[in-house]
């Protein structure tokens, strides 16, 4: 456990590092932040951080640095979730209150938001897809033998496929399946779509299968698409110092390249939370380099997916914390 004024030299080195890239000196802890000792005592208090894993003395200075240890107790004990500023509340009132006409819409514009106040490069994946209900499916005859059908499910994703036939199709087959189907489906989780609903439809209906089978193989092929990862920001990366090393640029292109990456650090975390990931508490070798924060986007208890921010370790985790908290009251209407 640290003592007040250990916390506060942690806190002031952590801060200033982040706003100056450069190594800590107690002379410009004594100048910037009125910490009410001598330099020779904030040096002490700094060797002592160090000696207990909190800080980082590097080679080419005498100054210190935050390690992972000290980035996570300021995390955890220190930071302010209220590091935002009348102009960006405006900005970010302003900019949620576009209208939209679909949910997924919303949820670009959120990590859209984020990143333009953060200077982060933002990344989004929507809900899984197999975990959503269906809110209604509606068929609407094209032609004799082709069909639109469109699936709207609780998250408000909207899926549209079309279907083609074999065989001549009429309006009243089309009006009884909307009914039938959403008889069936209304309410229920996508993953129903399976083999025993295939039978109970062929029972119900006196269609012949080659209407009812093309009908549910094209459902199930447009609900169990790969969910889409969208990326907002990401030259803002390239203008951090971090960034000037080339191994770490090339690092952070291969792992915005990679679908499945992406995917597994956004889907990683508790369902309420938001999560910090620093350096090395990162599951995945490619993310060592880097912080990653995920924030589960959810508008009235209903999950829209999730939204990360990946960064260097350096990253201002007061503003990124700051930012998504407010948009999450904002979005929640508990301002």
């Given at each position: 456990?640290?003592?007040?004024?250990?916390?506060?030299?942690?806190?002031?080195?952590?801060?200033?590092?982040?706003?100056?890239?450069?190594?800590?000196?107690?002379?410009?802890?004594?100048?910037?932040?009125?910490?009410?000792?001598?330099?020779?005592?904030?040096?002490?208090?700094?060797?002592?951080?160090?000696?207990?894993?909190?800080?980082?003395?590097?080679?080419?200075?005498?100054?210190?640095?935050?390690?992972?240890?000290?980035?996570?107790?300021?995390?955890?004990?220190?930071?302010?979730?209220?590091?935002?500023?009348?102009?960006?509340?405006?900005?970010?009132?302003?900019?949620?209150?576009?209208?939209?006409?679909?949910?997924?819409?919303?949820?670009?514009?959120?990590?859209?938001?984020?990143?333009?106040?953060?200077?982060?490069?933002?990344?989004?994946?929507?809900?899984?897809?197999?975990t959503q209900l269906i809110e209604e499916i509606k068929f609407v005859l094209l032609g004799s033998r082709m069909m639109m059908a469109v699936i709207l499910t609780d998250t408000g994703l909207v899926k549209e496929?079309?279907?083609?036939?074999?065989?001549?199709?009429?309006?009243?087959?089309?009006?009884?399946?909307?009914?039938?189907?959403?008889?069936?489906?209304?309410?229920?989780?996508?993953?129903?779509?399976?083999?025993?609903?295939?039978?109970?439809?062929?029972?119900?209906?006196?269609?012949?299968?080659?209407?009812?089978?093309?009908?549910?193989?094209?459902?199930?092929?447009?609900?169990?698409?790969?969910?889409?990862?969208?990326?907002?920001?990401?030259?803002?990366?390239?203008?951090?110092?971090?960034?000037?090393?080339?191994?770490?640029?090339?690092?952070?292109?291969?792992?915005?390249?990679?679908?499945?990456?992406?995917?597994?650090?956004?889907?990683?975390?508790?369902?309420?939370?938001?999560?910090?990931?620093?350096?090395?508490?990162?599951?995945?070798?490619?993310?060592?380099?880097?912080?990653?924060?995920?924030?589960?986007?959810?508008?009235?208890?209903?999950?829209?997916?999730?939204?990360?921010?990946?960064?260097?370790?350096?990253?201002?985790?007061?503003?990124?914390?700051?930012?998504?908290?407010?948009?999450?009251?904002?979005?929640?209407?508990?301002?």
């Amino acid at each position: 456990m640290l003592d007040k004024r250990k916390k506060k030299v942690l806190q002031a080195i952590v801060e200033e590092y982040i706003n100056t890239a450069e190594p800590v000196s107690s002379n410009s802890l004594t100048h910037n932040y009125g910490l009410d000792c001598s330099s020779a005592t904030i040096r002490n208090e700094m060797a002592e951080l160090e000696k207990i894993g909190y800080l980082d003395k590097t080679h080419t200075s005498s100054g210190r640095i935050p390690s992972a240890k000290g980035y996570r107790y300021y995390v955890d004990e220190l930071l302010n979730d209220n590091d935002i500023s009348l102009e960006e509340i405006k900005y970010i009132s302003s900019k949620l209150e576009t209208k939209v006409n679909e949910i997924e819409d919303l949820t670009k514009i959120t990590a859209n938001t984020i990143s333009e106040v953060t200077h982060y490069t933002t990344v989004l994946i929507g809900p899984k897809t197999n975990t959503q209900l269906i809110e209604e499916i509606k068929f609407v005859l094209l032609g004799s033998r082709m069909m639109m059908a469109v699936i709207l499910t609780d998250t408000g994703l909207v899926k549209e496929t079309i279907i083609k036939f074999d065989e001549d199709i009429t309006e009243k087959q089309v009006e009884t399946m909307n009914y039938m189907f959403n008889h069936k489906l209304k309410n229920q989780p996508i993953e129903t779509i399976d083999r025993p609903l295939e039978e109970y439809l062929y029972d119900e209906m006196t269609y012949s299968i080659n209407v009812i089978k093309p009908i549910i193989e094209q459902i199930k092929k447009v609900l169990q698409e790969e969910d889409k990862i969208y990326l907002e920001g990401a030259n803002k990366s390239f203008d951090l110092p971090e960034f000037n090393s080339l191994e770490v640029a090339k690092n952070f292109i291969n792992i915005l390249d990679t679908k499945e990456l992406v995917a597994d650090m956004l889907n990683s975390g508790f369902a309420e939370d938001i999560n910090v990931y620093i350096g090395e508490e990162n599951e995945k070798e490619e993310l060592k380099d880097f912080s990653v924060v995920t924030f589960k986007h959810k508008v009235n208890g209903k999950d829209l997916g999730t939204i990360g921010i990946i960064g260097p370790k350096r990253m201002d985790y007061s503003k990124v914390i700051s930012v998504m908290k407010y948009i999450n009251k904002k979005l929640n209407n508990n301002e």
